[in-house]
Nanobody, 116 residues
Framework: QVQLVESGGGLVQAGGSLRLSCAASGSIFSINAMGWYRQAPGKQRELVAR???????NYADSVKGRFTISGDNAKNTVYLQMNSLKPEDTAVYYC??????????WGQGTQVTVSS
């Protein structure tokens, strides 16, 4: 009963920026954490950034200093601001949510493509 809707993916040049959004909906009374993962072709899915309900954040080393995760608790929405994008950032980005009482939820993914 938890739905995650992602938006904001697209095609950008290296050095450009994108902002991803993920809105959680359903019978949600609280969310422990939300995060962004990505999976490139031929590679395993990896954590990009995560934020807790207390606004604690963590990032993959590869995106530190370039990406920023933030949340809007009232809207059950998280954002991923991606700056200084590199071709190696190209991947499908998935939203994840840890909601008490539900199995871990995933969005459908949004494609981010960074050209050289």
């Amino acid at each position: 009963q938890v739905q995650l809707v992602e938006s904001g993916g697209g095609l950008v040049q290296a050095g450009g920026s994108l902002r991803l959004s993920c809105a959680a909906s359903g019978s949600i009374f609280s969310i422990n954490a939300m995060g962004w993962y990505r999976q490139a072709p031929g590679k395993q899915r990896e954590l990009v950034a995560r934020i807790t309900s207390g606004d604690n954040t963590n990032y993959a080393d590869s995106v530190k200093g370039r990406f920023t995760i933030s949340g809007d608790n009232a809207k059950n929405t998280v954002y991923l601001q991606m700056n200084s994008l590199k071709p190696e950032d190209t991947a499908v980005y998935y939203c994840n949510a840890a909601v008490p009482g539900f199995r871990e939820s995933w969005g459908q993914g949004t494609q981010v493509t960074v050209s050289s």
